[in-house]
């Protein structure tokens, strides 16, 4: 059985990787890091690169902490014991050109210390992609969601279609009945099971990992030199405020990280740099922003 | 003992009055008012004011609802029955200009079926005003709360004392262990005592709406005119965020809003035009922001 200190091992290198990858696709920016240690147990390496030449403001965080859970937490988890561990690797990326995506992506390994009727530990991992454009290209979407399916395949030929199934309920926007985006694959409380071992497990998330550099390089190629529009930012903007409110009213890691008294401003560095809340904002009968509008629903196949 | 109806003709009227007195200070901008309906019952009257000399977007809505509660609200509010009647008034301005402060109030009445134990029908009182400066100055504060603490006094001796510790952990963003801004007033579940009737407390209500105009008229004529730099501009920006964190995370009328099907629109009026999240900003010693940051603490007198 893996250890937590090999998965956390692990999830560090990939935090390595993908920090010089994205330092290498922005050209000029660099990552400044912040290490930090939690009160109660265990601690992380905050990696914030910021006015870049395409990368505005993003995040590329580990984390390996441990201690007792909140009873909020034990309640939304429905477990008995308190003693926790969670490693993981989270990423959000804000471009500051419009018809760039913004992109999430996050690992994670639970672990609590054996129940009474068992003598296994409480385990699990989660994880996931997923793709907020601020324009919708259909290609960008086959292309994104194509590669997740490829990784998925290689593990299990039921991850994708569940995953992708699963991203659109979690990315959704309950009360503006609207995807935060065009989805991508988020799973949790994944274990072992006859067709699946923790191994499979394991690298499957690692390899989730690993995806995410060579895709978001790609999309961001794909757009990075095409000209835009002062209307088209406006249009960024106020998108971002919509991924904002999907952060602050429903992630789950989110308040995870808020009622466990994590780093705030690691946890809050999903949110967007410059944001609009414009009143009652309703885009033009057969414009862009419409079509894109359009495809914010949840259901869509794409590959 | 007072209607319902009496109570939402009145509160009809301060929206009136409120949104006269402001175009008249804005000079420029005018409100568009959008009637609308709510699903399930009763509907309202939404009046929003944009781009205006110095309004740069702000509420000032009126509603009347009925229905019945949702469950997560039941369990809330700690009540058997589920038909109720909501009523109320509630502002948010965000001006354009970093020296003038943001400002909120809300007035509200909540009445419920009689419940078994008794004849009589479950009705409360409920609202508040509160002050979110982008710069602290604490003539203005002083003026606020000492209006503030005036209307109160007309009403009751401890009104003052009780709701200004109420707004001090009410306006409250815990993650940040900060301070919406200087406070106000804010009070819940109010209903008559010995000491205060229904007229009373009815009538306090009404007093606390046309508080609003004349002490926000005064605080932005303080400022209107003072030049500002491009950095206060940022600070404003990024106050502003603070402002979206706390009502997306904590305000209970968000969260009541969102979990009854309210109009979204009107719901999220509140959040700012532009903000901004700066990773990990802090003001610089000795700095006007940084004597700001200090001053959002509970616990400030300021009479």
Excluded at 175 to 192: K, M, N, P, S, V
């Amino acid at each position: 059985m893996i250890s937590k200190e090999q998965i956390s091992a692990d999830y560090q290198t990939i935090q390595d990787e993908i920090c010089q990858s994205l330092e290498l696709l922005d050209g000029k920016a660099r990552f400044e890091e912040e290490i930090w240690e939690r009160d109660g147990g265990g601690g992380g390496r905050t990696r914030v690169i910021q006015n870049g030449n395409i990368l505005e403001k993003g995040g590329v965080n580990f984390s390996a902490v441990h201690g007792r859970l909140p009873e909020a937490v034990k309640k939304a988890f429905k477990v008995e014991q308190d003693d926790f561990f969670a490693t993981g690797v989270s990423i959000v990326i804000h471009p500051n050109h419009p018809l760039v995506p913004i992109i999430h992506m996050n690992i994670r390994y639970f672990e609590m210390p054996s129940s009474f009727d068992t003598d296994q530990p409480l385990r699990w991992f989660g994880g996931g992609i997923d793709l907020t454009p601020h324009y919708v290209y259909e290609e960008d979407a086959r292309f994104f969601h194509g590669n997740l399916k490829d990784v998925c395949d290689r593990y299990n030929q039921d991850f994708y279609h569940r995953f992708k199934a699963w991203a659109d309920d979690y990315f959704f926007i309950k009360h503006r009945q609207e995807t935060r985006g065009i989805g991508g694959i988020f799973y949790d409380r994944l274990t072992a099971t006859e067709d699946v071992s923790w191994n499979d497990i394991f690298e499957f998330s690692k390899s989730v990992g690993r995806t995410f550099a060579p895709v978001y390089t790609e999309l961001v190629n794909r757009h990075r030199h095409e000209t835009f529009t002062e209307q088209q930012q406006q249009w960024q903007y106020a998108r971002r405020s919509r991924y904002a409110e999907f952060n602050l009213v429903y992630d789950a890691g989110t308040k995870f990280g808020l009622e466990t008294n994590g780093r705030i401003e690691s946890i809050l560095m999903s949110l967007p740099p410059t944001a609009k809340w414009l009143y009652n904002h309703t885009p033009e009968a057969g414009s862009e922003e419409e079509k894109t509008q359009s495809l914010l629903i949840k259901g869509i196949n794409w590959v």
